[in-house]
T-cell receptor, first 112, second 114 residues
């Protein structure tokens, strides 16, 4: 079964607004990663946050991690039409960190 | 795309026939992975490899076998394809740097089993 569960499953916002996606997981992790997938393409790595980190930034992306609540959030600021994609969280277990477990994804649509 | 290619990109086959998908990488990464992606399930790990001739099962390995005889190639075989194996298959490699396990994905193979 999928460890990561994303919320919401779909999100539609206007260009320029901020988009927030959430990910919850069940077991202890080594790290948590976020990926983007454009329609019909492979996944692209966005950002990785370690279990001992609480917040990380990369450009317009901000990721938070709350290990006590077993949850993470991805914030995309000042959204653009090109941000339209599906976003997946993936958790790396403590044992066998290379065996990522992906959530079902959030479909983000940015309306011009 | 981190030098990852997959072949074929599209395949239609019939139930009961064997199918082999190939993943090729050009950068000598140690770890290679095969995932399947289905609506409502996200990506699920089928098998992965941590070196030549070293492989291990993932979450959904039943009905699949893999082989890695060279660093650059990781093959996924469906011994006798079933309709439930209709899916999009992604290969990935990982760069291991300290505690980081970032994965890079190939373009995918769409498989339809009739």
């Amino acid at each position: 079964s999928q460890q990561g569960e994303e919320d919401p499953q779909a999100l539609s916002i206007q260009e320029g607004e901020n988009a927030t996606m959430n990910c919850s997981y069940k077991t202890s992790i080594n790290n948590l990663q976020w990926y983007r997938q454009n329609s019909g393409r492979g996944l692209v790595h966005l950002i990785l946050i370690r279990s001992n980190e609480r917040e990380k930034h990369s450009g317009r992306l901000r990721v938070t991690l709350d290990t006590s609540k077993k949850s993470s959030s991805l914030l995309i600021t000042a959204s653009r039409a090109a941000d339209t994609a599906s976003y997946f969280c993936a958790t790396a277990p403590i044992q066998g960190a290379q065996k990522l477990v992906f959530g079902q994804g959030t479909r983000l649509t940015i309306n011009p | 795309d981190a030098g990852i290619t997959q072949s074929p990109r599209h395949k239609v086959t019939e139930t009961g026939t064997p199918v082999t998908l190939r993943c090729h990488q050009t950068e000598n990464h140690r770890y290679m992975y095969w995932y399947r992606q289905d609506p409502g399930h996200g990506l699920r790990l089928i098998h992965y490899s941590y070196g030549v001739k070293d492989t291990d099962k993932g979450e959904v390995s039943d009905g699949y076998s893999v082989s890695r005889s060279k660093t650059e190639d990781f093959l996924l075989t469906l011994e006798s394809a079933t309709s439930s194996q209709t899916s999009v298959y992604f290969c990935a490699i990982s760069e291991k740097t300290s505690y980081q396990e970032t994965q890079y994905f190939g373009p995918g193979t769409r498989l339809l089993v009739l």
